[in-house]
């Protein structure tokens, strides 16, 4: 049976490697294909001007690709070709972001031969482009060990995902962890990254800041820098309720002191699910209301 391969170009991918690394569900990350080159440049079958093409290409040949080998037929459609290929690649964009902040995003997928006649290519929605608060000078280039670990969570992740219902409430806390890492305002990321915080750590009874203050702490006390966790976990809360019932401005939820506690919280949320996923334990617990409320009164007393 043919073989299709699917290119999927990562964009503003720091990194300093090289060699081709296999990685999972017959994902691997590939430097650029040379000889694909003419069919790169012209992207979009003419539909853009050769300097657009020529522009794109030296984009894309400063980063990976992720090849995707497909030796299952062709696809019956391009909502076929989402189903397939675009969830996963999207999970390894949030496999990347839990071990380290990144800008990488993804540019398109190009699939040879094309799924359609004369159409080599289906762009993704551009919403799914990394963004960081971070100043980009501060982001470390990738090496050997962080794609090690990335893949580790890729691979993690897929497995999950055979059993997603039963691991939904981990699922939906992967989810807004995306929404907010690709959300440009400040506001919006703080709220989707407490959503994401709360589907984990929020208590089914009392007091909701006191009981994430505690949880959190008791769950990540020596996995943080902070010196206090408990502290910084009621700033960030406190915050976010001063956004969502309207008490700031833009400006003023832009300053640099509640920049630094967005990356705060994302940074919290980061370690999060990197213990979890490290531990099949964590995995199970936090996927059951009932095992979480077990675990957390075990802790934390509450």
Known sequence: MEEH?????LVQFQHRLKKEHVLTHQFSLVPFPEKLEKDFRLFGHGYYKR???DLFLKEIRQSY????????????????????IEDPIITFLVALRIHRATRAGLRGIFHF????EGLPFDLIDYRMTGHVLSNEKNL????????????????KIMGLL?????????????RFFDLGYRSANVDSRLIYFSIALEVLYKPIKGKLTRGMCQRVSAFLKKDTPYENLTKKIFDIFN???????????????SGPSEVKLVLDIEELLRITLQKILHDDHLITTFSSIKQREIFFKEIAGI
Do not use: C
Request: aromatic share 20%.
């Open 140 to 155: 470390v280039p990738f090496r050997e060990d962080d794609l090690s670990s990335a893949g580790f969570y890729f691979q």
């Open 113 to 116: 031969p094309p799924i359609s």
């Open 51 to 53: 300097h657009y093409g």
């Open 5 to 9: 391969l699917f290119y999927i170009p």
């Open 65 to 84: 690709l992720l090849r995707y080998a497909w030796k299952t037929g062709r696809f019956k459609s391009t909502q076929e070709l989402v189903y397939k």
């Open 239 to 253: 915050l976010k309720a001063r956004v969502i019932h309207g008490d700031m401005t833009y400006f003023d939820v």
């Open 162 to 174: 055979k059993n997603e219902y039963t691991h939904r409430r981990l699922f939906n806390t992967l």
